[in-house]
């Protein structure tokens, strides 16, 4: 994020190329799919960050409760919105999904937060989502005083790592599905020798912020067979591979250390590991999956 971007035709050049003028610049306005252009700040000044959305109909007179979703590693947020829009229209959800381009955001800033050499919390991109979120209150069309966070692949990255760093977020629930590798709530020596962002080392994270964020609600969702250990996507970095082969595998590791610490600490923790069946690398049938442990008969 070294460069200031001016002018709404650079910023709309690097949202997706269907991004058409936002007529309003509170979010969920209009019943349907659409999008608004967030206004944030970084370590390079003012930032201009494209928000999909999606209102059900249901959802058109009264408030209704928020799903955040990020995008995956193609940072199609597009995607990452219509993918939850049969739960939407199901359960009457309001659906925003930030575009967090490569070229702003790398994988030191959107998967890994920015966190590593930045003690300024603030500038992390998890505060994005906090910020854009007063802002979705302010719009008046948000029930209740938090929001399910929900990442698919590189977006369940973003997810439990959000979760485990920023534990006083606003978040009700926070789903962290296929992700490719995690960050263990742990130091270096329990994690094998590995610092952030496959342990907690080199973050500002304490003993006091993990048992906070062991004691929020995390769902940690497994695709039965995401267990392909060549898959072109999956980060084969030395951390990755230490903590299993596939991501079926390295899920299990994450919330079987993650049981560990919480015994460890004396922390009753919420997190929870859902298996879903006859579904791989699939984010439409993970977001579904999620929706109906959440929201089925509630």
Not at 11 to 37: K, Y
Not at 146 to 159: I, M
Request: charged fraction near 20%; aromatic fraction near 8%.
């Amino acid at each position: 994020m070294a460069v200031r971007l001016v002018g709404l035709a650079l910023v709309m050049g690097l949202a997706s190329s269907s991004v058409t003028l936002a007529h309003d610049l509170r979010p969920f306005q209009e019943v349907g799919r659409s999008h608004v252009l967030h206004e944030d700040v970084s370590p390079a000044g003012t930032e201009t960050i494209n928000i999909e959305t999606y209102v059900p109909q249901a959802c058109a007179a009264k408030p209704c409760r928020l799903v955040i979703s990020m995008h995956g590693l193609l940072r199609n947020a597009e995607a990452a919105r219509d993918n939850w829009i049969e739960a939407a229209d199901r359960y009457g959800l309001l659906v925003a999904a930030p575009h967090f381009d490569k070229e702003r955001f790398p994988t030191r800033l959107y998967q890994q937060g920015g966190v590593r050499g930045e003690p300024d919390r603030s500038r992390w991109i998890y505060a994005t989502i906090e910020r854009f979120f007063d802002v979705a209150l302010g719009s008046g069309r948000v029930e209740g005083t938090g929001y399910v966070l929900f990442g698919h692949s590189a977006g369940a990255q973003f997810v439990h790592r959000m979760a485990i760093l920023m534990p006083e977020a606003r978040f009700t629930t926070a789903i962290s599905a296929n992700a490719g590798f995690y960050t263990l709530p742990v130091g270096k020596a329990a994690a094998g020798g590995f610092s952030y962002p496959y342990s907690l080392d080199g973050t500002p994270a304490t003993e006091a912020s993990a048992k906070l964020a062991l004691a929020k609600p995390l769902l940690v969702m497994l695709g039965e067979r995401d267990n392909d250990p060549d898959h072109e996507q999956l980060n084969k970095s030395k951390g990755a591979e230490a903590q299993g082969a596939s991501r079926l595998d390295r899920g299990r590791h994450f919330m079987a250390v993650a049981r560990a610490e919480a015994q460890r600490l004396g922390v009753a923790s919420p997190w929870r590991e859902i298996l879903v069946p006859d579904t791989a690398h699939e984010q439409r049938k993970m977001a579904n999956a999620a929706a109906q442990a959440l929201f089925e008969a509630k």
